[in-house]
C-alpha cells in the first residue's frame, strides 16, 4: 500500500526555521506531483507549495522568498524548507502526492498530517 509519512513539524520562535520532509513508501510506479497544504484552526486548507515531476515549482504568495521546497526523486521525498517563520504560518502541514499507482491507476494520497507552532 501506498504511504506518505511525514516529519519535521515542532514548534519554533517567530523568525526560526524548520524543515519538513515527506516520503512515499510503498509499491508505486511513478509520482506526478508533491506538494504541502496548511490549514489553521478555523480556516480552510491552502496551497503552500508544489513541485511536479519535472521540478517546476509554485508557492502560495504568502510564503514566497521564505519557503523552498524540493524533491528526492530516487527516494520519492519532498521537502518544505521553512525560513522567517511567522505567527500566521501556525498550522498543521499535510503532505500530497498525486501517484500513478500502477499504469491505468492514478490516485491522490494525503500524509498524516504533522503540525507548525509559530509562537514567541
Known amino acids: 500500500q501506498v504511504q506518505l509519512v511525514e516529519s519535521g513539524g515542532g514548534l519554533v520562535q517567530p523568525g526560526g526555521s524548520l524543515r519538513l520532509s515527506c516520503a512515499a513508501s510503498g509499491r508505486l510506479f511513478s509520482i506526478n506531483a508533491m506538494g504541502w497544504y496548511r490549514q489553521a484552526p478555523g480556516k480552510q486548507r491552502e496551497l503552500v507549495a508544489t513541485s511536479t515531476s519535472g521540478d517546476s515549482t509554485n508557492y502560495a504568495d504568502s510564503v514566497k522568498g521564505r519557503f523552498t521546497i524540493s524533491r528526492d526523486n530516487a527516494k520519492n521525498t519532498v521537502y518544505l524548507q521553512m525560513n522567517s517563520l511567522k505567527p500566521e504560518d501556525t498550522a498543521v502541514y499535510y503532505c500530497?502526492?498525486?501517484?500513478?499507482?500502477?499504469?491505468?491507476?492514478?490516485?491522490?494520497?494525503w500524509g498524516q498530517g504533522t503540525q507548525v507552532a509559530v509562537s514567541s
Open positions: 500530497n502526492a498525486d501517484i500513478l499507482v500502477r499504469p491505468g491507476f492514478r490516485r491522490s494520497y
